[in-house]
């Protein structure tokens, strides 16, 4: 099972940028997908989560920028990121609770991480 972000890139204050996760396995079901970020010399921290039935909920620092999507049934989501800030940059790692398995009654569920994807700003 893998969890593979793509997106990441060189950008400017104003400008936009969507990241996108991607789910690949024996994966039966997906419950939240989340993204977190980690800016230089600084702890990972959470930006957004995208549940069951729609819900989300974003860090305060990017509430009304950024828009997390999740498509349960092709196990992807999308961070949409706009009015991108230099406080923005850093690596941006995607995590999902993934039900695993050969059949729904077999399966257990497990978390995973993506390997990251660099947002840079340009100087």
């Known amino acids: 099972v893998q969890l593979v972000e793509d997106g990441g890139d060189l950008v400017q204050t104003g400008g936009s940028l969507t990241l996108t996760c991607a789910a690949y396995g024996n994966i039966v079901a997906i419950n939240n997908m989340k993204w977190f970020r980690q800016a230089p010399g600084k702890e990972r921290e959470w930006v957004a989560t995208a549940g069951r039935g729609g819900t989300t909920d974003y860090a305060g620092s990017v509430k009304g920028r950024f828009t997390i999507t999740r498509d349960a049934a092709r196990y992807k989501g999308t961070l949409r990121m706009t009015n991108l800030k230099p406080e923005d940059a850093g690596d941006y790692y995607c995590?999902?609770?993934?039900?695993?398995?050969?059949?729904?009654?077999?399966?257990?569920?497990?978390?995973?991480w993506g390997q990251g994807t660099r947002v840079r700003f340009a100087s």
């Open positions: 995590f999902a609770d993934l039900l695993i398995g050969e059949t729904y009654d077999e399966a257990d569920w497990f978390d995973y």
